[in-house]
């Protein structure tokens, strides 16, 4: 049904009335269309949370007392150890279940890491590929073929990824190539080419910081260019940025201005260094955020609002003027659709009508207070409304 949008604020601007047909954003739409009054709220376009890992999600399944830590490597041993644990765990039920939680929060769009290795083959690939498609609906998403514990210390790694980008994941992971691997020459080499050929996108965790984490990103920075892969490559956490001397940062910014490679933080918790977001918008790197994993067994704290997690990114970055606060709300809007190459994404005519609907006064006051979301849609459907799935639960 066609469908007018009155009474609402785009981007927190004039109050203007949106009409969408077919599932886009038209110029008008003639008698007999639906009228839904905004009454003067805020229209944003979808959410979108480019870095979750929702195929490890333990939503639904009782309250899991956490234990774990400190340090990744005792993390993924506990990840490890707990799923095991867990004869009735199915990454395609409990990543759909993040799919209705991150939906009726605005979400319509997500890039999610999916773990890889011999220890779980391609189940958890296979899983959230079904969940991809039982979704589609309500969320477009993008699978990362991801080694979670690790890709030359765990022989079979890469030819389980290399299965997996041919079975349709878009894009190939990798993770601490020093830190957990120690041979980075080999892990970087082998992703890169997997990528190479099969035309998917790499996205790399990083969470060696200083100099480890910089000579990483410098070879990273090599093979992109090597292989043209310009824009096509993101580094994710990249603690390195937030804690190397300021003019190797300055180096480290040239090299990702020159390949266009995107960098992904989610304000991490503690003492734990990030990048400098500010400094890094400036210099003109594409920046995204996400919510990395939602109550899963690393932690309870992350709830897939991409609202909130704009908040924590401005709160960890110490941000106070409405005008930083924004930048984080782009991060968690455009910048993830830019990863994605959502090439129909906004609010002007023509653009898919995946849109929310927010109670506030400005953006940066939807960040502040993250309200409830007050209507959701996807493709010009009502998908969500007042916090409540408008469709059948996916999960």
């Known amino acids: 049904m066609d469908t007018i949008l009155k009474n609402v604020r785009p981007w927190a601007g004039e109050r203007a009335d949106i009409a969408v047909s077919a599932g886009r954003i038209v110029e008008a739409v003639g008698d007999g269309a639906q009228v839904i009054d905004g009454d003067g709220a805020i229209l944003l376009p979808g959410l979108v949370d480019a870095h979750g890992h929702i195929d490890k999600t333990l939503l639904g399944m009782g309250w899991h007392r956490h234990r774990a830590g400190p340090g990744v490597q005792a993390l993924i041993a506990n990840e490890r150890a707990v799923l095991s644990d867990m004869a009735d765990f199915s990454p395609s039920r409990q990543s759909a279940r993040v799919v209705d939680r991150m939906v009726v929060r605005g979400t319509t769009h997500c890039r999610t890491h999916v773990d890889i290795g011999p220890d779980i083959g391609l189940a958890h690939f296979e899983g959230v590929a079904e969940t991809r498609e039982r979704v589609r609906d309500r969320m477009d998403m993008q699978i990362v073929a991801f080694p979670q514990t690790g890709v030359m210390i765990r022989p079979g790694t890469l030819a389980l990824l290399d299965r997996a980008c041919a079975d349709g994941a878009d894009a190939i992971g990798g993770l601490d190539p020093i830190g957990i691997d120690r041979d980075p020459t080999g892990q970087l080499d082998g992703l890169f080419e997997i990528a190479a050929r099969h035309g998917v996108e790499v996205d790399i965790h990083l969470h060696d910081r200083g100099e480890v984490g910089a000579a990483t990103i410098d070879m990273i920075h090599e093979r992109t260019k090597a292989l043209g892969l310009a824009g096509r490559v993101a580094v994710?956490?990249?603690?390195?940025?937030?804690?190397?001397?300021?003019?190797?940062?300055?180096?480290?910014?040239?090299?990702?201005?020159?390949?266009?490679?995107?960098?992904?933080?989610?304000?991490?918790?503690?003492?734990?260094?990030?990048?400098?977001?500010?400094?890094?918008?400036?210099?003109?790197?594409?920046?995204?955020?996400?919510?990395?994993?939602?109550?899963?067994?690393?932690?309870?704290?992350?709830?897939?609002?991409?609202?909130?997690?704009?908040?924590?990114?401005?709160?960890?970055?110490?941000?106070?003027?409405?005008?930083?606060?924004?930048?984080?709300?782009?991060?968690?809007?455009?910048?993830?659709?830019?990863?994605?190459?959502?090439?129909?994404?906004?609010?002007?005519p023509g653009c898919a009508a995946d849109l929310v609907l927010v109670e506030g006064e400005t953006l940066a006051e939807v960040v502040a207070e993250h309200p409830t979301r007050r209507l959701v849609m996807k493709r010009g459907q009502v998908v969500a409304e007042n916090g409540r799935l408008r469709v059948a639960s996916a999960g």
């Open 236 to 348: 994710s956490h990249a603690f390195c940025l937030g804690s190397v001397p300021a003019d190797r940062l300055e180096g480290l910014i040239d090299k990702l201005l020159d390949q266009d490679i995107a960098i992904m933080t989610h304000g991490p918790s503690g003492d734990t260094p990030f990048p400098p977001v500010r400094r890094l918008h400036d210099a003109g790197v594409r920046l995204f955020t996400g919510s990395d994993g939602i109550r899963d067994s690393w932690g309870p704290l992350n709830s897939g609002d991409m609202l909130q997690r704009a908040f924590i990114v401005a709160y960890r970055n110490g941000f106070r003027r409405d005008e930083d606060i924004e930048l984080t709300l782009a991060m968690a809007t455009t910048g993830g659709a830019e990863l994605m190459r959502v090439t129909d994404y906004g609010l002007a």
